[in-house]
């Protein structure tokens, strides 16, 4: 098929990297047990052992739907209530699949500014009702970075776990591009995760350069339990996993789960830095991970598409730009001078 | 990692088919849309409308729990209930998946000999209760080729089809070895689903020589309403969609998918020839797709496994074994030649 | 045990109405077949179809939560959302019973004015999203007379209805206390239902004098299809189902739904009128049905509390006030007296 | 309406008894606080402490196939599955209520003599699978009486509630017709549950003489841990609780509970006793409770019918008879007249 000039509208646009596809590769020589009980799984399951340096337990699943929401059930019955921001993909963009895996959990949302949930939000809805005529919340989910482009410190998260503590809260992270916060923070995936206090992360695999596949980390192993049985039921079990699991070994075992990561931001600050001075040209939000919300009169987005580009708008006129591990940075010169035109008018 | 011989005990254990792999890879150059909005998902589709002869509804899920209990639950209402066999996957091992996406449809199993329905069967289940403390039967599921290898011809399955209509239920089939059926009895896809009267069937890619990835296919575009819907919401809808389709591309239109059940059903042959006039061993069940059943004293058994064969065991001294797409004929004749050595003392 | 004095927090502390009474106890004379396949629920079940003019198919359940979702659930699969106000019961009351009961349904939320929805509202949130990301809206709700005591008039119900229809929506009312609406509005059961474009209606009993029991009435039989398997597996079945709908018959023939409401109105405009001159004390809503909310200062309400009285407190100082079949116009008129008194300091 | 002479087809078919009416009409003076917060909810739950001789957490529900399903639920979750006899009342006439309740747990049903579980049916269905591919036991459910009206013994249940704990599995008694079991073995409420090992009952009170309503009775009160929240999600919570809650202290307090019961197992000892030595009459089951199964030939029971007698009949020939509170023993010898009439050709 032709291929058609790159586009930044979604990280899901790009393909494998070298790394995740080079495992892949070599996991499919010969033949290997079924239903994870493999040496790839195995290893990869390993491999997030070191890089979160703890012994903690590690589950494959084929997307974040479901990893975000098999983790939520976890910790949550039909009756309770899980805590995140309006702004929340779980609330805006899984189709209801929260409430689906747990059979009615209620996600309960805050107004938040920049998407990001604070400890005194999660306090003041946590709060707000206590009679059975409401869910009972049960946890709280932050998604890191948050779903603008926004990166919560590991003091935030302190804070945050710390009120999740004291009100008998679990802290799940959708870490969708968790590995681009890390990136951002320069920090180690411990630091900000289980050491800020995180009691579940899915680690996202698909954005940082696989084909398919998430995984589902529990730090705190007692609210692992039976997990396995809930992803097979849930039909999340791979019958091939180790087509799941290789790829992590590539990206992790590489580096380049950080690579890649590092690169999508690299890309996001090019655009922002490319584009600040262009008059009519704002940014929404702070760009701290690999997205870019810019916000410009519709005129302005109208001929930026009619040039080919292809981008998410937003209420308000926010047109957004994702970077992944293969983002080619000529590329992304193109669209900063694509847009110095077109605001030009 | 070092390769260790090849076994049979699950047609699981194979990797990824030249065919199937080639697709995947010219699918991985370039960027492309999310969420199947891209170039080969369209051409997937169209590939299977052109196997089946028919103007099909098409989607991409991940795996088979999910692909046979998304379609169950959109043949039925929580109250209403599935028949199938009671060696029926969905009812032996999926862990209740069934019931979980349709939120409480209960299976109603017959008795059946060599695991395949008939009619009669059917009628008996499904007229044995009409009150309302009963769940109101909706739906048929039969598994084709079933759960011991045993095939349906188009004739029986017609026959179904008609009873099925006759009790107003729907009928799926649950093709994980769909491909083994056709060429086994060397019938066209369509002669075996639609042309049959199946409504909804499952098409199997990771037991036909995929990574991972089943085909949900609607004959009844009605019954397809807003499933794209369902499957998001269940976490089996792929972000990037063109790695569950494009190996499809390459299964359907090189013919792969033939052949490697083709091949798949041949080594099963062999091997129930080869060691059918071995003294001590019987044949559980006919052989007519890539599985064999052998029956044989608990001793002769062991000794297999001690040369290091791995292989299941059911009740009453079955040991399963299953062929993939690459099963090597040598490694056939060792296990045959094995079975004759093990079984002589 | 000792009576303590009259409370109006709400219209749930009232007793079962004389006419409710006796006809329970007819029908507690003999013994009469199960599951409602007796006298008494036929009788009941043809006493609405007489009261709203129309041949629809009734279902007596046991409480207004399972009423409401039960009905909402037959109109969605749980991929669908439902659109109401944000103070609309199911969303703030019911603990996540229409999640629960529909497997994870999302109610899509608008922040009306009054707790009344709009056709401009319901189209807002009906078309703001249009991607499988999303819930697909399928069903509206409303609250007659709504969460506030105000009601909806059946021109205002007929623009929502056509709104419906444009949008391919179905419409319920959530009618827990829809005889008080009745007699607001001083038109028939008809008009403001079926004729106004409801096509499910939950008609209270509870609220209206009954000790136990909702009634669901789907004006679209074609909607109730397998209703009563769905009834049944959650658990809404009466196996004594004579004691459900006996009380109807009761209500329904000696005219006692509509009396009861009128007064329960009544007493709620003898409240607002006698405390409408009081300085310190607004009306937070119209009254229009049997509920009064009053705005005053906290200390006023303390003070109302230390003299007795109860009463639910709402964000921003509201005091809610509802008035059931049963409620003491003297009693009422002690209340005016004590708000007077402790409005005075 | 003209009353028809009673019939024993079901014990459903009796009304409220005095005690129980009584109690609710007493409840029915003056208004109470809503959703159990009332004295006679407290009060009942204090009765059955009493009766039951231990601090136990009691729920009050609307009837037995939400407080069957909802106690499970709470021992399960929904890759779970639950041991029960293939002819247990949740397997065959909730409608699936058990897997709607739960989300999907499975029912694992033994083939059982007389309806009764035993320590080896229940090891070896919890033994029979433990991979993911099946859903884990993590309860057992009994009904006392069991279907066929045979009581266990209190040695019995000690026995397969040792097993339970063995396989660390939760024991929960469906005890529609709890009392009738106490009244058959004259032992106490306590010795026949926990002091049996039983972690979960759900006590009758339809059966026993209520109009509506069941009592769900958590002995280890650590299992009940947000069951108020659960019940009221599921449409379980009554707004008048009172009236769940009275009719109870009227049935424990003046000793109805067990009257009613014992009057019940006499008549159906009586009918029993009546017809033992009618030729062509067989008892299929020993009478130990207030059913009596009847095997006779069809054109017998067709007689019967002719004669204006109602009965459920069963596979193989079986007709059932039961009794409640209000049986009129010359009814039971009009029958048992009929019988020996109708046997006769």
């Known amino acids: 098929m032709t291929r058609s000039p790159q586009q930044f509208a979604s990280d899901n646009y790009a393909g494998v990297c070298p790394e995740a596809w080079s495992a892949m590769a070599m996991a499919n020589e010969g033949s290997a047990t079924a239903y994870g009980d493999d040496a790839w ?6 491999s997030f052992r070191s890089l979160f340096e703890r012994d903690c337990e590690v589950f494959f699943v084929f997307n974040g739907t479901a990893a975000n ?7 949550c ?52 009702r206590s009679d059975i005529h409401f869910p009972k919340p049960s946890a709280v989910t932050i998604t890191q970075p948050t779903e603008t482009g926004i990166v919560y410190s590991c003091e935030e998260i302190q804070s945050i776990a710390a009120q999740c503590r004291e009100l008998g809260l679990k802290l799940h992270m959708d870490g969708s591009r968790f590995a681009h916060a890390c990136a951002s923070l320069a920090v180690t995936p411990a630091e900000l995760s289980w050491k800020a206090g995180v009691d579940v992360l899915c680690f996202g695999g698909t954005k940082n350069g696989m084909a398919v596949g998430e995984a589902v980390i529990f730090f705190d192993k007692a609210l692992a339990a039976d997990f396995d049985y809930r992803c ?31 690169h999508g931001n690299a890309c996001a600050t090019r655009l922002a830095e490319g584009v600040k001075s262009v008059p009519g040209i704002e940014l929404l ?39 992944a ?21």
């Open 41 to 46: 799984t195995e290893k990869a399951a390993n």
């Open 69 to 75: 929401s098999l983790a939520l059930a976890a910790l």
């Open 77 to 128: 019955q039909s009756f309770h209530s899980v805590i995140c921001t309006a702004s929340a993909h779980v609330e805006t963009d899984e189709c209801g699949a929260p409430e689906f895996f747990s059979n009615g959990s209620k996600l309960l949302t805050a107004p938040a500014s920049e998407s990001k949930l604070t400890p005194e939000l999660i306090k003041a809805l946590a709060t707000s």
């Open 232 to 262: 097979k039921q849930a039909g999340q079990l791979a019958s091939k996993m180790r087509f799941l699991s290789a790829p992590w070994v590539g990206l992790l075992e590489s580096g380049a789960w950080l690579r890649n990561a590092q």
């Open 285 to 323: 939000f702070r760009v701290e991970a690999n997205s870019v919300f810019l916000q410009a009169a519709k005129p302005i987005l109208d001929r930026l598409r009619e040039r080919g580009w292809r981008f998410y708008t937003f209420i308000g006129g926010g047109a957004r730009f994702m970077f």
């Open 325 to 345: 591990w293969d983002a080619d940075p000529q590329r992304v010169d193109q669209l900063i001078a694509d847009i110095h035109e077109v605001a030009r008018f």
